[in-house]
């Protein structure tokens, strides 16, 4: 396998042996070392990247599949715990916290990780916390959190797909017309390219609607990247199905489709390591050495000043 010098991992999650355990209380199976799952020094030695943008993810406490006592306080120590890991390579580690943003806690945890933890990024995952863009309360609350976000200049990692089986288009088209415009200046990760993983119709529906909105006059004043970290698969994870021939042609025409200014590479560690996945995204994509490594060597704006 050849190593790439890769600037920067943009999708790398890293666990607190406090929420391994939780979890694993819950039956979910863990096939490597917890070192793997919570030790920076380990993460970084497996990925091989100069700089990560490392997130929490708090917000399982504020999901469905976890009724655990004093909710909050497990999530403070989650996110506590992600920047005291980042702070031991703070100059390769972006720190990430996240939270539910229905839960009434979650503009107190914003506010709380940016001005006394200095935490450098927002991790949101939809899914997770169980946030339906068809509610007007649920998007009202997601706006609530994104605004603080934006107005304190921190970037935002977004799960946008939120597993409703008809997730797609209109959600999409809701997110940005109630939510997105109104937020300039955002610098926004779409995790996934939209999606949860792998690259199917649903995928091409949100990109689509991004496309669109792209050419309208609101945009101009943002910075929104889609973030490829599980796309190309070529085996089916869970219930997410590999990448046949034909995906994988849609997948790097859509690539050129939105812009490689607008891609930054993700590995989505410790599903792959950053290694693995390039080589398997050089040995699929069909783009060009120079697209290629425009792919594995872009940043956002904001991402230039996080690295402390």
Known sequence: MKEYNIP?????????????????????????PDSAYSSISYILSKIKTEKVFLLSMAYL??????????????????NNYINEQAEIFNDRC?????????????EIEVVRCIDSLNMDGIKLHLNNSGVNLRNIEHWN????????????????MLHLHNGNENFGAEETD????SVLTKLPGIELYIAHFGNSGGYNTKSEEVLNEFIKYFKTAEVLKQKIYFDISAVLLTEDIENIAALNGEDINKLSKKIKEIGLKRIVLGSDYPVF???????????????SKVEFDSLINNSGELTRNLFR
């Open 141 to 156: 609350k997601l706006f609530a959190v994104l605004k603080i976000a934006n107005d304190k200049k921190i970037p935002v």
């Open 174 to 177: 809701i997110f940005i017309d």
């Open 94 to 106: 972006a720190a990430f916290f996240s939270i539910n943003p229905l839960k009434d806690y979650a």
């Open 273 to 287: 390591s950053t290694q693995e996945y390039v080589n398997t995204l050089k040995v699929n994509l069909k783009l």
């Open 61 to 78: 406490y504020g999901s469905q599949d976890f009724s655990i006592v004093d909710e909050y306080e497990n999530v403070k120590r989650e």
């Open 8 to 32: 920067i991992d943009h999708h790398v999650h890293i666990l607190s042996p406090q929420l391994i355990k939780d979890w694993k209380n819950l039956g979910v199976p863990f096939s490597k």
